[in-house]
Nanobody
Framework: QVRLVESGGGLVQPGGSLRLSCVSS????????MAWYRQAPGNQREWVAT???????SYATSTKGRFTISRDNAQSMTYLQISSLEPEDTAVYYC???????WGQGTQVTVSS
């Protein structure tokens, strides 16, 4: 059974940076694409970024070049680095394993002064 656990969220001031982590267990991680999503209060969950099993990233236009997705297959980890944080980035961030459509429980990011 595939399981995902996110971490790294918190309260950050505008302009700050954060790195979110997602650890995967349960099957061969390196063969699978991974993605990050976010859901702000009152909004639908939206796609943020994807990284393929061959390390090719893609991003939603809303990330404005401030987000970087990466992975470490040896550690079964997926990361999302966010820079120049804005209040509009406030959301619960989720990672998703694509082949099994498995989701983590989410990690809260709050951007506020």
């Amino acid at each position: 059974q595939v399981r995902l656990v996110e971490s790294g969220g918190g309260l950050v001031q505008p302009g700050g940076s954060l790195r979110l982590s997602c650890v995967s267990s349960g099957s061969i991680f390196s063969r699978d694409g991974m993605a990050w999503y976010r859901q702000a209060p009152g909004n639908q969950r939206e796609w943020v970024a994807t990284i393929t099993s061959t390390n090719i990233p893609s991003y939603a236009t809303s990330t404005k070049g401030r987000f970087t997705i990466s992975r470490d297959n040896a550690q079964s980890m997926t990361y999302l680095q966010i820079s120049s944080l804005e209040p509009e980035d406030t959301a619960v961030y989720y990672c998703r394993r694509l082949a099994s459509n498995t989701w983590g429980q989410g990690t809260q990011v709050t951007v506020s002064s």
